[in-house]
């Protein structure tokens, strides 16, 4: 079994909420000019990331099935005058790269898990396997337009950071992953993972093939 301890936690749920009112909404969060080229996933990500403050010795990994392709969607909007400024936010690096650049922030380590089948699963697993002392676990989607009749975006706009550690004292939960001989369940999805640390509900049941996810809270 492997395990950790959640000792803080940060939610956005920013559900329908376009970029600009996000933007302006969280200017004051980051270095002034900044905001105008981060992802509206990057500000909702970083502003979830400064509630767990991370340090030089931590480990982050980042969760997000589509991560920032709905970037290109304001680029593409923009034609036939395409936007610089919208270009330059489409190619830019992941949500939590760009939190961590304007905050300058230096970490240990940095796993990127994007697009993937049992994201949930694959993410507490490296989360809980990292040798680092602390490791933040964070991610989340932004909600799509046209994107999303193509199943490249997510329906809804949200994001978390969780501060995991070995040490129980002061812990708000406990993290698990247990091998498990049933593989027939449906997989568990980021958004619904998002939706038990918002409401605070507890998980037993199969992430992935051969592996049970638990979140018992204390």
């Given amino acids: 079994m492997l395990e950790r ?40 990500v970083g502003a979830a990331l400064d509630e767990v403050a991370p340090r030089p010795d931590d480990t982050i990994v980042y969760a997000s099935g589509f991560a920032e392709t709905c970037a290109l969607e304001g680029y593409l909007d923009s034609f036939p005058t395409a936007s610089p400024t919208l270009f330059q936010t489409s190619i830019h690096p992941s949500a939590v790269q760009q939190a961590l650049i304007a905050r300058q922030h230096a970490v240990r380590e940095f796993f990127p898990l994007t697009g993937r089948a049992h994201l949930v699963a ?35 706009t949200f994001a978390f950071a969780l501060a995991l550690s070995r040490e ?35 998980i037993d049941q199969i992430a992935a093939p051969g592996l049970r996810l638990g979140l018992a809270w204390h």
């Fill in 122 to 156: 694959h993410a507490v697993q490296a989360a809980l396997l990292a040798p680092a002392p602390r490791v933040l676990l964070c991610g989340g989607e932004e909600r799509g337009t046209w994107l999303l009749a193509h199943r490249a975006a997510s329906a809804r």
């Fill in 5 to 44: 301890h959640l000792h803080a936690l940060s939610l956005a749920d920013a559900g329908t909420e376009d970029h600009a009112a996000t933007r302006e909404r969280l200017k004051d969060r980051f270095p002034r000019g900044a905001t105008r080229r981060m992802t509206q996933l990057g500000l909702l």
């Fill in 168 to 202: 129980p004292a002061g812990a708000i939960a406990r993290v698990t992953l247990t091998p498990a001989a049933d593989s027939s369940a449906p997989e568990f999805t980021l958004p619904e993972f998002f939706d038990a640390l918002l409401a605070r509900r507890s």
